[in-house]
């Protein structure tokens, strides 16, 4: 199975406590690891970030701390803005920053066109000057010249090479998870690399379907909400109603004739 933690009925608070008891750590190894000072993780661990200076620099203080004591920073801020009203409204830049002074632009002048209409008549007779004394020896010759045609010549009947199927390994070590939200959930899943599949909330009656080479990882803010096929096999998840789960999936296992 994995790690599960219940998140229905404790508030942010409790849970980043509950965790950080659960990982053996005290107040002060985690105000060392986050830079925190204690009394703001002490606010924290009972709802209250009147320390913090602000919702902002709380939901940043909130994100450490998770992931100091093992919890995901990501799910947690989310489960954070879901008891506190949904995330802060984005700050505009110009309520934050205001010029001091004006900057003057220097004026662009425009190009002198007396003088390049000079040089151009200058060119246009010495060409001509040119021409009439170098006579029939100099006249472009255009039926020496090629056009090279902007696509390369094909053989007919030349078979065009398709490209290759994947490889058979490849194919075997793929695997497969379809998700289906009954409730609406915030739903993480990364590959055996790390990198990203999925992250945000799956609406209700909302699917999908990721696949990736060796493993899948999903994260479940609300495993009950959820229901997974993996491989094309029905999981049962075993999950109360607000658990939180993290459980990692592999290829279908092959057997052997």
């Known amino acids: 199975m994995g ?3 219940v998140v229905q009925e404790q508030s942010i608070g ?3 406590a509950a965790a950080r008891q659960a990982a053996g750590l005290t107040v002060e190894q985690v105000s060392a690891a ?6 703001i993780i002490h606010g924290l661990e009972q709802d209250d970030g009147s320390q913090c200076g602000g919702d902002f620099y709380t939901r940043g203080h909130v994100k450490a701390v998770a992931k100091a004591v093992g919890l995901d920073p990501e799910a947690t801020v989310h489960l954070y803005d879901q008891q506190h009203g949904g995330a802060p409204r984005p700050v505009a830049a110009s309520a934050v920053f205001q010029a001091d002074r004006k900057i003057n632009v220097p004026e662009r002048r425009g190009p002198n066109w007396t003088m390049a209409l ?3 008549l200058a060119i246009v007779v010495v060409f001509g000057m040119m021409r009439v004394l170098g006579g029939a020896s100099d006249q472009v010759r255009t039926a020496d010249v090629q056009v090279a045609s902007a696509r390369p010549k094909v053989p ?3 078979p065009v090479e398709q ?7 490849a194919a075997k070590r793929t695997v ?3 998700i289906k939200a009954k409730r609406s959930s915030y739903v993480q899943a990364h590959d055996a690399m790390g990198r990203k599949l999925f992250s945000g909330t799956l609406k209700a009656g909302k699917s999908d379907t990721w696949s990736a080479e060796d ?3 999903v994260l479940l803010a609300d495993a009950s909400a959820v229901t997974l096929q993996v491989n094309g096999k029905k999981v049962q998840l075993d999950a109360g109603r607000g658990e939180m789960l993290r459980r990692s999936f592999g290829p279908p296992k092959t057997t052997s004739r």
């Open 3 to 5: 790690e599960a933690f």
């Open 14 to 16: 409790a849970m980043l």
């Open 34 to 39: 986050t830079r925190i000072r204690e009394a």
């Open 118 to 120: 000079g040089v151009a």
């Open 156 to 158: 007919p009947n030349m």
């Open 163 to 169: 490209p290759k199927p994947a490889a058979g390994k």
């Open 176 to 178: 497969t998870v379809e």
């Open 215 to 217: 493993k899948v990882s």
